[in-house]
């Protein structure tokens, strides 16, 4: 390192030739004593740009936030369930009550004993209704049970063979106590547990445009007062593809007429 005296007032320092820095580098005034360092440019190039700061969230925002938490919270299949129920009461009651609603066989149309009824896709005739504890082999007697009988033809009118399982699906009866597979039915449930055809087999499936007789199977418990007459409701169904899996099928069942038929004992 060297040193020039000559004025009294600077002092140049050069840099130890082994420093890795260049040669006056920095200098040093004597009289202030202060030590002037070289200006020194940042660098940003190449460095990722700074991120803004979020912006805060919308008055209009907050408000849908909290709705959708309030929603969630309060949208539960437990609170669906009691909703749907409350509805469902809702409709009854302003309908009257459960005894309007099964009061509304009552309106249906009625037919006379007899006469040819549309049931699609059958013509139902019913001429005759009998109560009896057993037919001999046929139908053989079952402890605290009777059996109601109800007779007529019938006739498809669907271009294809339909099984008689949808004839069953057809025929209903309204009277206290029915029975089936041993277990108590609802009325507007009691459909006949067997058809029969005229030479006492049961029946197969029913052919286009053959009018064939029958006979409806039905069981009433003993307990059950025997009925003087027998009220018949016949329904109607339709044709059509499955909403489910899109296979065609009968569905739609719905009551079409109705009508009163006397019950005498079935004496062979």
């Excluded at 504890?133 to 053989?140: Q, R, S």
């Excluded at 489910?244 to 009508?259: F, I, S, V, Y």
């Amino acid at each position: 390192m060297g040193s020039d005296n000559a004025s009294g007032d600077v002092v140049r320092l050069t840099t130890d030739p082994t420093s890795p820095y260049p040669e006056n580098m920095w200098t040093s005034d004597q009289r202030s004593g202060e030590v002037a360092l070289p200006e020194v440019t940042p660098q940003t190039e190449g460095l990722p740009a700074a991120e803004e700061a979020p912006r805060p969230l919308s008055a209009a925002v907050k408000r849908t936030v909290r709705w959708g938490r309030y929603v969630s919270d309060v949208v539960t299949p437990t609170n669906l369930f009691f909703a749907l129920l409350a509805l469902v009461l809702l409709v009854v009651g302003t309908l009257g009550g459960w005894d309007k609603v099964r009061a509304a066989s009552d309106e249906l149309p009625v037919v006379a004993t007899g006469s040819e009824t549309s049931a699609a896709p059958f013509v139902v005739t019913v001429t005759k209704s009998w109560h009896t504890a057993e037919m001999g082999k046929l139908l053989t007697r079952q402890r605290g049970q009777r059996y109601l009988l109800v007779v007529g033809s019938v006739t498809s009118q669907h271009n294809e063979p339909v099984p008689s399982v949808i004839l069953s699906k057809a025929l209903a009866i309204d009277v206290p106590g029915c029975r089936r597979d041993g277990l108590m039915l609802e009325q507007d449930a009691c459909h006949p547990e067997q058809l029969l055809r005229a030479d006492s087999l049961r029946m197969g499936d029913l052919q286009p445009g053959m009018t064939q007789p029958f006979v409806a199977v039905f069981r009433q418990d003993s307990a059950s007062p025997t009925p003087s007459q027998t009220t018949v409701i016949l329904s109607s169904q339709v044709w059509r593809a499955s909403r489910l899996d899109g296979g065609m099928g009968w569905w739609d069942l719905t009551p079409t007429a109705q009508l009163t038929v006397p019950t005498k004992e079935y004496r062979p």
